[in-house]
């Protein structure tokens, strides 16, 4: 059974540039949310993708956007990179069905802005 | 405003010791209350929860102790081993809020052979 996956592992952008990351979720799982965790921090959410919509959006500017298509896997999309960026950013999967709050994350991308 | 504090920030004890964790929260919103391990270069891994109407909960070498009205929580690791020397993170949910995971600063343990 695959867990979280996540690509690409590490990428270097520089200030300004747009970036894309990807996300396939756990099989069986329907929710996707991704994090961002700055280094010695605690992950921060984005915000959380259901049936192809965001759902929930935590204190980030616009120019972080997503997208999920409907195999469930989702895209974080970031703009106009600025070096606060820099991170690991998480992606996450739950299922949406059922009382079960179970967030099972991915080994993560790590973004490094120049 | 930092909604989940976490203590201490590192923590180091010897092979077999109880390291034990805290955290604390604000919200009497959240009802959902995680435990994840993280190791340098990976994704947190869950390793244990609990919700509000129990006051301990254990799998295995891990316990979560739960105290509603002090709005404290935290983790113990038995006869701790080398292996569990990574970082622990503690987390809150809120009721109907299922994607939005509060995550405290993490302690960083390390378990001396």
């Known amino acids: 059974d695959a867990g979280v996956t996540q690509s690409p592992t590490h990428l270097i952008k520089t200030r300004g540039q747009q970036v894309t990351l990807r996300c396939s979720p756990k099989?069986?799982?329907?929710?996707v949310s991704w994090y961002q965790q700055a280094l010695g921090q605690g992950p921060q959410f984005i915000f959380q993708?259901?049936?192809?919509?965001?759902?929930q959006r935590g204190n980030f500017p616009d120019r972080f956007s997503g997208h999920q298509f409907p195999n469930y896997s989702s895209e974080l999309n970031v703009n106009a990179l600025l070096l606060g960026d820099s991170a690991l950013y998480l992606c996450?999967?739950?299922?949406?069905?059922?009382?079960?709050?179970?967030?099972?994350f991915g080994p993560g991308t790590r973004l490094t802005v120049t | 405003q930092q909604q989940v504090k976490q203590s201490p920030q590192s923590l180091i004890v010897q092979k077999g010791g109880i390291p034990i964790i805290n955290c604390a929260y604000e919200?009497?919103?959240?009802?959902?209350f995680p435990w994840y391990q993280q190791f340098p270069g990976k994704g947190p891994a869950l390793l244990i929860a609990?919700?509000?109407?129990?006051s301990e909960k254990k799998e295995g070498r891990f316990t979560i102790s739960f105290n509603k009205s002090a709005k404290q929580f935290s983790l113990h690791i038995m006869d701790s081993q080398p292996g569990d020397s990574a970082t622990y993170f503690c987390?809150?949910?809120?009721?109907?809020?299922?994607?939005?995971?509060?995550f405290g600063k993490g302690t960083k343990l390390s378990v001396k052979p």
């Open positions: 996450a999967s739950s299922p949406r069905t059922g009382a079960s709050y179970e967030q099972y």
């Open positions: 099989s069986g799982h329907d929710t």
């Open positions: 993708y259901y049936e192809e919509e965001e759902r």
């Open positions: 919200n009497t919103a959240f009802d959902y």
């Open positions: 609990i919700r509000p109407d129990v």
């Open positions: 987390a809150a949910q809120g009721r109907g809020s299922q994607g939005n995971l509060i």
